[in-house]
Structures are given as structure tokens and as C-alpha cells.
């Protein structure tokens, strides 16, 4: 049965969990061995529909599209296995934080998730469901950012009641968010967020400015590079990745990357000394498709039969990983170029690109190879093989360096792919290799033209100081 309104009651306290699904754990780097809270004031309750504000002056206002329980019936010193009993349902939630403000109260987020409006709940309340099977999907203009389902969850909904009440009362009205997914991120004005409780219905809101500026006295807005990479969702730094934004191309470059062969930019690189750069044995499943993007590492091991009875069943490395894809990420996989099984197939694949991938590279065997003909995502692949993975794999870990058809790739890498084959850039290098590949095509197609024209290739390939000044006379001129 679904509720009217929201709440019946407005909550005493709202209680929210710090990290409670793997896929979040495994972003932020630690795994908890036992829940962690804080709390966010009555105040910042909200609805579906009223705009979210950000601050003047801040910059890093971050979504957590989460799944609300609301408290029922009174819950103190409750046994784990009767929790549940105490719980009215199941509600959407957002646990809204301005990261600026991350440094003022370290712990309790007081100021950073405790503003008026920073926890929207709603619409409904779901009150005849299994709470082992709900699925929260979260929307950011209309893209899906967060999929997740309650069986991914480190410590259910009965343990953190439990857990809760064995040292403090629970009351009617309360309301515990219980986690967010992976796939946290900033949003802007105009933004639009909504969170979906499956069966529920959507929690609407867009965020606004505020007009208005900060008062000066108290603490002001305040941003490093590791609040930066945890607001984005990429603060699990390590060799492989500190540093680096989640997302390193703009949309100029982008465009740049997309419109010069991976030649071009082979060329380009040769040229600033990276000779070892080109993936190779791969081809493309779809020719037809370009692929820029940036690295989203996985590695496999070789078999052995005793850790994979360990860790290679149920979720995964594998599965993780293509859980925890962002928008414009490329999964590249580690297979060390054996083709004696399939690394990836076509169900993983598609779950990837519904998740806003831009593409796959596996110097291994692809499964389901003939579906990829129609599944519009960029692959390249070593082979075709019907196998699974645990015929020659153990999927180990992911977000760490890899070699990928005998070229490294670090996390964060930006991957450009043509019907030719895969380029591996450098994150700092990519926006200068991309306006210079871009000026490189221009500078050939004139060349091209001249010597379709019937010209010599003498003194024109490369170009002497005359044909560089017909050259530059007429790119002016256009």
C-alpha cells in the first residue's frame, strides 16, 4: 500500500548512514566493518517539487540519492530479527551536502548537509513491499547516475534498527537514510535530481542559487583538492589516481578527439616522446563508432581455482566495477591477451552503456560477440569465445594500473578509438594533443587536395616556406 503524504508525522531526528553499499565503499576505499552515523536536524526536511539551494559562494553541491525508513513504532534495545516490525516503510530520499562546508564540522556534516530543504523525502511511502528487494535509481536531467538494489547493501535495514536502539529510542516519525549507491556527484543550478524508490514514484527537485550573499562572520566556504575528488566521488586517491578529476575533458577537446583519427594523434604523442601508446590486438565489434573517453580500470589474474570458489562468484570485481561506471568512462580490462575465454558479455556490456559508458576495451576474449553488432557502445576486443570468464580468469581488482594490450593504463587515462584501433593519452597532455591533431588533419587535408590536384609531393609533404604561406593565406581566409 502506498501513503498520500510522505510522513504522518514530522521526525524527531533524522539519522543518516556514512558509507552502507559496496559499491561506495569501494569508491571511497574502505570498507566499514560496522555502521557509522550522523545526524541531520528536523529543519532540513523537504519535499518532492521545492528547490534545493546552493549557497553563495559554494561551488561543490553534491546529490545522494537514498532509500528512508520510517519509524512506526517505538524501537529500543530491539533484537535484529524483530527490527523490521517497528518500520511504517519504504520512502525515496536525498541526502543533499555542500562540500564547501566540509571543513567546518568534521564528523557531523552539521553545515554541509544540515541547511533548510537539504533532505527532500517522498512522494510516497511504501508499506507492503520486501525490503531485500527494493531498487533506488537516481536521475540527473533525465540521465540515469545511480542504480542500485537492497542486496548490495554492507548492513540491511534490520541492523541498523537494532543496531540504533541499543542506545538510543527510536520514535515514530523518524526517519533513517540508510546510504547512498555510487555515482554521487555535484550538481548546479538548474540541475534537475530525482530520486526513485521503485514503486514509489519519483522525488523531484531542482537546484537554484541563492541570490543573496554569505554573511561574513562565521565559517566561509572552503574547498581542497580531496573535498574536490569527494564531492565528485573520486576520493578514493591512491599512485594511480590522486589528483586526478573524474572526468579530465572538456567539451572542446572532446570534440577535438572525435573529429581526428587515432594516426593523428599517434603522431602527436610520437612527438612528445610517448612511443608506447597504441592497444594492441584489439578490434572494433562496431567500426562504425568512435570512442573517446576516460579509463575505468579492471584486471584479471590467471585461474586458479581455489580463490575463484573465494571471490569470484555473486558480485564480483567484474560486476562492481561495471557498477560503478560514470558517464563518459571507458572499462578497460586486463586479460594479459589471453583469448582462451570470454572476458566480458553482452548483459554486462549493455548494463555499462545504460550506465553512460563510452566504451570497452578488453585485450581478451569477448562472449556474446555476435549481439555487439547492435548494441550501440564502442568495444574492441582480442577475440571471440563463447567461455566464461572462470574458464581462464579470476577477476582480482579494479581501479589500479593495467596493461592493456601491451600498453599501461592508469586510471583516468583518456582512450580515443577508431575503426583503426585505441590511443592511450595522458589526462595532462590531452587538450594540447587534440588542438595540435586537429591543426595536423587541417594542414593534410590541404596537402591531400594539392596533390589530388596533380602537385608534386616535393617540397609540399612535408610543406616547404611557400607552400606554408599558401597554406596560411588560405585557412585565413576561411
Same mark, same amino acid.
Given at each position: ?6 510522513? #504522518?508525522?514530522?521526525?524527531? *531526528? ?16 574502505? /570498507? ?32 545522494? %540519492? ?21 518500520? &511504517? ?12 562546508? !566540509? ?18 523525502? $517522498? ?14 535509481? /537516481? ?16 548492513? #540491511? ?22 546510504? /547512498? ?30 541570490? #543573496?550573499?554569505?554573511?561574513?562572520? $562565521? ?42 583519427? /587515432? ?7 610520437? !612527438?612528445? #616522446? ?18 573517446? $573517453? ?17 571471490? %569470484? ?5 567484474? !560486476? ?21 575465454? $570470454? ?8 548494463? &555499462? ?28 576486443? %582480442? ?21 592493456? %594490450? ?58 616547404? *616556406? ?13
Amino acid at each position: 500500500m502506498m501513503l498520500d503524504h510522505p510522513l #504522518g508525522l514530522a521526525p524527531g *531526528k533524522i539519522i543518516a548512514v556514512h558509507l552502507n553499499y559496496r559499491s561506495r565503499a569501494a569508491e571511497r576505499g574502505r /570498507t566499514p566493518a560496522v555502521p557509522s552515523y550522523f545526524l541531520k536536524p528536523s529543519s532540513s526536511l523537504s519535499w518532492s517539487g521545492r528547490p534545493v539551494v546552493r549557497p553563495h559562494g559554494c561551488d561543490l553541491l553534491a546529490f545522494e %540519492g537514498e532509500i528512508a525508513l520510517v519509524i512506526g513504532e517505538r524501537a529500543h534495545r530491539v533484537p535484529v530479527e524483530r527490527a523490521l516490525e517497528h518500520v &511504517a516503510g519504504y520512502t525515496a530520499a536525498n541526502d543533499f551536502g555542500v562540500y564547501d562546508f !566540509k571543513h567546518a564540522d568534521l564528523g557531523s556534516n552539521l553545515r554541509a548537509k544540515g541547511q533548510d530543504g537539504y533532505t527532500p523525502v $517522498g512522494p510516497a511511502v511504501l508499506t507492503d513491499v520486501d525490503p531485500a528487494k527494493l531498487r533506488l535509481r /537516481t536521475y540527473v536531467n533525465g540521465q540515469l547516475v545511480q542504480d542500485a538494489g537492497t542486496d548490495e547493501l554492507l548492513f #540491511g535495514f534490520d541492523l541498523l534498527i537494532a543496531d540504533l536502539s541499543r542506545l538510543m529510542t527510536l520514535e515514530p516519525g523518524d526517519l533513517i537514510l540508510t546510504g /547512498t549507491p555510487t555515482g554521487s556527484t555535484v550538481v548546479r543550478p538548474g540541475d534537475v535530481v530525482e530520486v526513485e524508490l521503485e514503486g514509489a514514484g519519483r522525488l523531484r527537485n531542482e537546484i537554484v542559487a541563492d541570490p #543573496g550573499e554569505l554573511a561574513a562572520y $562565521g565559517v566561509q566556504p572552503k574547498v581542497s583538492e580531496e573535498t574536490r575528488a569527494a564531492a565528485y566521488g573520486t576520493a578514493h586517491s591512491s599512485a594511480s589516481d590522486s589528483g586526478r578529476p573524474p572526468h579530465p575533458l572538456d567539451e572542446q577537446t572532446v570534440t577535438a578527439l572525435r573529429s581526428v583519427s /587515432t594516426a593523428t594523434l599517434s603522431s602527436q604523442l610520437r !612527438k612528445r #616522446g610517448i612511443d608506447h601508446h597504441f592497444i594492441e590486438g584489439v578490434r572494433p565489434a562496431r567500426p562504425d563508432l568512435r570512442m573517446v $573517453g576516460v579509463a575505468r580500470t579492471l584486471r584479471y589474474l590467471p585461474l586458479r581455482e581455489d580463490v575463484f570458489a573465494e571471490i %569470484g562468484g555473486g558480485m564480483n570485481a567484474q !560486476k562492481r566495477t561495471v557498477e560503478e561506471i560514470r558517464p563518459g568512462e571507458i572499462l578497460v580490462i586486463e586479460a594479459r591477451g589471453e583469448h582462451g575465454a $570470454g572476458t566480458i558479455g553482452d548483459i554486462l556490456a549493455l548494463r &555499462a552503456l545504460r550506465r553512460g559508458a563510452a566504451g570497452v576495451i578488453t585485450d581478451g576474449g569477448l562472449r556474446d560477440s555476435p549481439s555487439f553488432s547492435g548494441l550501440d557502445l564502442p568495444v574492441y576486443f %582480442g577475440a571471440p569465445h563463447a567461455a566464461v570468464l572462470g574458464r581462464r580468469h579470476v577477476p582480482m581488482d579494479s581501479q589500479v594500473p593495467v596493461a592493456c %594490450g601491451g600498453v599501461l593504463v592508469m586510471p583516468g587515462d583518456v582512450l580515443v578509438g577508431d575503426a583503426e584501433g585505441v590511443v592511450v593519452i595522458p589526462p595532462g597532455l590531452a587538450a594540447e594533443v587534440a588542438r595540435d591533431a586537429a591543426r595536423q588533419e587541417d594542414e593534410e587535408r590541404f596537402i591531400y587536395e594539392r596533390v589530388n590536384e596533380g602537385a608534386s609531393i616535393d617540397g609540399l609533404y612535408p610543406m616547404n *616556406k611557400a607552400w606554408r604561406e599558401t597554406y596560411e593565406s588560405r585557412r585565413d581566409a576561411r
